[in-house]
């Protein structure tokens, strides 16, 4: 933002440079009287007034030359080039012009001095039908014998004689070129009687399109503006600045927060057998570090395995050995506390950790978890049983060597007819010799 700002000056000044330096020396705009088709050009002589001048006219292209016979008969005799620029009241504005220029030569006798009159129409006292009703500003200047003449505009006024015959009061004779229908350039006052020859080969008024306090004004404004919006954008910018990072903060709190829900979903997929949802050797070891109360005394650890799972593969297919797997997992799940945990210790072999279980609590929930799986419902009709180990820790002992006695003690159910429960050093249950379940069984 700051760079733009800085180019924005730049580009700022140097317009302003440019435009002063074209305003100086350029930037000109000229109104040519001897050439626009639109004006009627014309001489005429004092002959109205009741005087006896003599003028004629000789044109060449736009150049023309006025011939006059001055008598002077009368007190102010003149011969005069009229340019007529409108009959309608409707002129042109040349209040924003500076200057005029005469291409001029003169001949003749005495002072060659010359008229200019710019007749400015106003509705308020001038009317068509009495051309002297239009305001008469006029300067009367010094002219060489052949050259171009400038006389600044500044220098007209209205003309006194105009003021007398109109009895213009004071507020109303200020000179105004804003409406001009006519322009005349006439003999001198006080030229002298005898032959004027003069020949004009232009007028022009000259001005510039833009005036000088337009272009000041214009100039200030920009730069007033330019002062003025600074603070502006740059409060826009940091608006918009803290927008965009408030929003990069919370697409960043969303990445965050997707990260961490993918993050514990993998720690979750690490710690988790996927077929039955139980947790797996890696969750045990994560959950008996993250919960120090599972291994408070007494606790307990029992070791289930189903009976000749291998049969159900063999016999069924893998999937429906999946599936006794799942229904497995979920039988024994149901019937567990939420803080035991389940695990899937490999194949078809799952552990139970029972915290705040002695031996005897722990022998009884293999018990109900055996009387369930008798009772509940198989993939393919199948009956499914499994033979549990049971060992209790006792104090300090490592859980590593619990699960192994309780692993022994499975053993020995396998070893004494499957469908059994057996406590390490302890006499198995006698439901551990209870006699088969009916309905389908692999043996
Ligand atoms: N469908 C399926 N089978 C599995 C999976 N993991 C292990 N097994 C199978 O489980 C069977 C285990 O067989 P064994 O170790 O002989 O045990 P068993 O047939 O249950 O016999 P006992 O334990 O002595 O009653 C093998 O056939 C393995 O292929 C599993 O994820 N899905």
Sequence with gaps: MHRTMHRVIAALAMATIGLLVWHHYGMERVIDLTARPDVRRDVMDDRWMGGTSRVTLERRGHAMTMRCQLARTIDWPACKYQFAISDTGAGID??????VTFDVSYRGPGRRSLRLMVLNYEPDMSTLDN?????????????????????????????TWWIDYMKVPLDGTDMRIDNVTR????????????????????????GKWITSDEMYMGLMAAWILCAVSWPVLAALQLRRELGDSGRRLA??????????????????????????????????????????????????????????????????GHDTGDAVLRAFAAA????????????????????????????????????????????????????????????????DEDIGAVIKRADEALYAAKAAGRDCVVVDGATPAPEAWAPQPSGRHYD
């Design 94 to 99: 040349l209040s924003e012009f500076e200057s």
């Design 131 to 159: 051309p002297m009703s239009q305001k008469v500003n006029e300067v009367e200047f010094e002219v060489p014998a052949s050259g171009i003449v400038r006389v600044p505009l500044n220098v007209l006024h209205t003309a």
């Design 183 to 206: 322009v005349e350039l006439l003999t001198g006052a006080t030229s002298a009687g005898g032959e004027h020859v003069i020949e004009l080969r232009s007028l022009q008024f000259h």
């Design 251 to 316: 697409l960043l709190g969303e990445i965050n927060a997707a990260l961490q829900l993918e993050a514990r979903e993998l720690v979750e997929q690490a710690n988790t057998d996927p077929l039955t949802g139980a947790l797996n050797r890696q969750g045990l070891r994560t959950a008996l570090m993250s919960t120090a109360s599972l291994l408070a005394s007494p606790m307990a650890v029992v070791f289930a395995d189903i009976d000749h799972f291998k049969r159900v593969n063999d016999g069924h």
């Design 332 to 395: 024994i799940h149901a019937e567990i506390r939420s803080n035991d945990r389940l695990v899937r210790w490999g194949g078809e072999e799952f552990l139970i950790v029972c915290p705040a279980t002695g031996a005897e609590q722990a022998r009884q929930l293999a018990e109900k978890l055996r009387a369930t799986l008798h009772r509940a419902a198989w993939p393919a009709g199948l009956s499914v049983t499994a033979s549990f180990g049971i060992a209790a820790r006792a104090p």
